[in-house]
């Protein structure tokens, strides 16, 4: 954000375009296709003991594209094409069965994204869950989580989802106001919500998380309190809450260039850490745990978020379908990013890598902690144990900073985050990073 701030002249409280938040380390632009080869060599060798091992799978079709959305996403697909990749992800997920790194594992974790998995059919849901698990069984995942859009839902393919085997569904809700929503880009009006959420409920999903975001274009105070109470009357299990951003290859930011506009029709970055505040703060008190920069949930002892905290500690995560990014044995590495090209080498059975990067193990270490870091707390010991670093030692004076400036607590246990340094963790990590990354925005 700061290199942008410095393009812009913008205040650091407005909301100018490009990315803030962090998914990963080191930043994608150091990751390149002279590489492809590597990952290509990680997954013919065993896997590391105990190492667990999830999967992704993205579903990139929408009914319309939100004006905030940066990922690879296809509103003109039609019914061949979406059975062409179903087809084309199948053979990806058995050609990686194949490889000497599974070494016998099944799935820890499960995780349609998108786009939109419940776009496509109950029938190419279920023709493309049971490819993956007859080359891969679920058996042994603790979770398989499913992204779901409100306007795509029919009780019968929520019926068909939990029948494969789903343990969390997430509406994409995030906003209950329709005029918003219309302003957005949201595909789901208000009338959908309800009924979906009720026929989850009734249909006994005993995971269901509510996704929102702060500061979209039109909120207001007044919309996101009324926001906040609908979603605690609903009850979910767990909520995740986003602050808005506006990447540069969103509509939004297109049409920013469009009118010469450097800053986006979205609220501050004050704005949207006090509603975030607000909504967590409202949470707790209705009996929610705070239990990362973006989620809140009911129970922390049943609802957990594998593919997140695994991915975070290092786990192994085969990513299928289009511009998909997997990490095998700390090897980074992406799909190839265009549908036609991707399904082609699926075709003749090829994986698809488009680029890779493999991490030094200083790399490798810093990832974990600045990931970690966005949970809001740090063991000490977990960085001894694995990587024989003292982190208070390691990153001292950067944390002696964030200390003197009520960010977060040091302590011989670890690190703790105040809330507002959990608020705006992403900001805050840059200054983890190797000399060499810092000033790279996201690509």
Wanted: charged share 25%; hydrophobic share 35%.
């Amino acid at each position: 954000m700061g290199e942008i701030l410095e393009k812009t002249g913008c205040s650091d409280e407005e909301t100018t375009a490009g990315s803030y938040f962090v998914s990963n380390y080191p930043p994608y632009s150091f990751w390149n296709r002279e590489a492809a080869a590597d990952a290509q060599a990680v997954l013919n060798r065993p896997p590391a003991i105990d190492s667990p091992l999830g999967v992704y799978i993205h579903i990139p079709f929408c009914r319309k594209r939100c004006h905030f959305c940066y990922f690879k996403v296809y509103t003109d697909k039609n019914a061949d094409e979406v059975e062409r990749y179903i087809d084309a992800a199948i053979q990806e997920i058995e050609l990686y069965a194949a490889k000497p790194f599974i070494g016998g594992r099944k799935p820890s974790f499960v995780y349609f994204g998108g786009g939109t998995p419940s776009y496509i059919s109950s029938k190419q849901l279920t023709r493309l869950a049971e490819g993956m698990k007859r080359a891969l069984p679920w058996d042994q995942a603790q979770e398989v989580a499913f992204e779901c859009e409100p306007g795509t839902i029919t009780e019968g393919k929520l019926q068909a989802i939990k029948d494969l085997g789903i343990t969390r569904i997430s509406l994409g809700i995030e906003n209950f106001d329709d005029e918003i929503l219309k302003a957005n880009g949201r595909a789901h009006l208000s009338r959908e919500i309800d009924r979906c959420y009720d026929f989850a409920r009734s249909i006994g999903f005993q995971q269901i998380n509510i996704d929102l975001i702060a500061g979209m274009v039109g909120e207001t105070p007044e919309n996101w309190k009324e926001c906040v109470r609908r979603t605690i009357a609903m009850s979910p299990e767990s909520v995740t809450v986003y602050q808005m951003e506006v990447p540069y290859n969103t509509t939004m930011f297109k049409e920013m260039k469009v009118f010469g506009a450097s800053v986006a029709p979205v609220a501050t970055w004050k704005t949207k850490r006090e509603w975030v505040a607000y909504a967590f703060s409202e949470m707790e008190k209705a009996g929610y745990t705070v239990g990362s920069a973006y989620t809140a949930v009911k129970d922390p002892a049943k609802t957990k978020f594998l593919y997140r905290d695994m991915l975070w500690a290092g786990a192994d995560m085969i990513g299928l379908g289009v511009a998909s990014f997997s990490h095998i044995q700390g090897t980074h590495f992406q799909n190839d990013t265009e549908f036609d090209s991707y399904c082609n080498a699926m075709s003749t059975g090829e994986l698809p890598v488009y680029r890779a990067l493999t991490p030094s193990n200083e790399e490798r270490m810093i990832r974990e902690f600045i990931l970690q870091m966005k949970l809001g707390r740090v063991r000490r010991a977990y960085f001894q144990e694995k990587y024989g670093v003292d982190i208070h030692q390691r990153f001292a004076d950067d944390l002696a900073v964030l200390q003197q400036q009520g960010h977060l607590t040091v302590t011989d246990e670890g690190l703790q985050y105040s809330r507002d340094g959990l608020l705006q963790v992403d900001s805050l990590l840059h200054r983890f990073f190797l000399p060499r990354h810092q000033a790279v925005g996201a690509k």
